[in-house]
């Protein structure tokens, strides 16, 4: 299996414009999480999908943000209009039927300028 | 509030010379406790998963423990092959994970 893909890997924007970050989980895993990574606040959980059903999305800091699993290999995260503070890494992870541990993306960088 | 602190922020060894990261919880219902190594510009990678007070896990140079309200990631003769962040992680009873900001570890030559 190639793991969770994440794209992009990289991603540089300017204020106000809409950015898209994608996510393929690993087949067969039914739990998808995304996080946000700065120096600041380390690994923030932003919403957790089970079964492409989000669970708990308390974590997304408010509404410019919105994230979709449309169906089991895919989910999206979506910063609508974007500023300069949510310049992260952002992490993609997925989990399998009765297991505990999350595998991660390698992440996509996002800048806004 | 749910909440996980781990410390030192940094660490610096010489190889060869074992040392412990720290890693506390404040956390009801624990349903697990993990430990990632991430390296730079990667996404964590899974170590270790612990669910109970006095369990324990091994591997090559790293070894877990568990109690009620910390964990340990000791290491035992690193080599610079070893350094990386060390995240810890717990599940809370809804399935989320909430990480620690992590111990960047650096083992000199």
């Known amino acids: 299996d190639a793991g969770v893909i994440q794209s992009p890997r990289h991603e540089v924007t300017e204020m106000g414009q809409e950015v898209t970050l994608r996510c393929k989980p690993i087949s067969g895993h039914n739990s998808l999480f995304w996080y946000r990574q700065t120096m600041m606040r380390g690994l923030e959980l932003l919403i957790y999908f089970n079964n492409n059903v989000p669970i708990d999305d308390s974590g997304m800091p408010e509404d410019r943000f919105s994230a979709k699993m449309p169906n089991a290999s895919f989910s999206t995260l979506k910063i609508q209009p974007s500023e300069p503070r949510d310049s992260a890494v952002y992490f993609c992870?997925?989990?399998?039927?009765?297991?505990?541990?999350?595998?991660f993306g390698q992440g996509t960088r996002l800048t806004v300028v | 509030e749910d909440q996980v602190t781990q410390s030192p922020e940094a660490l610096r060894l010489q190889e060869g010379e074992s040392s412990s990261l720290n890693c506390s919880y404040t956390v009801s219902g624990l349903r697990g406790l993990f430990w990632y190594r991430q390296d730079p510009g990667k996404g964590p990678e899974f170590l270790f998963t612990?669910?109970?007070a006095g369990e324990e896990k091994e591997k090559e140079r790293l070894k877990a423990t568990l109690t009620k309200k910390e964990s340990f990631l000791h290491i035992t003769a690193p080599k610079p092959e070893d350094s990386a962040t060390y995240l810890c992680a717990v599940q809370a009873p809804g399935n989320q994970f909430y990480f620690g900001t992590g111990t960047s570890l650096t083992v000199i030559p």
């Open positions: 992870a997925s989990r399998g039927w009765g297991a505990s541990e999350a595998f």
């Open positions: 612990l669910y109970s």
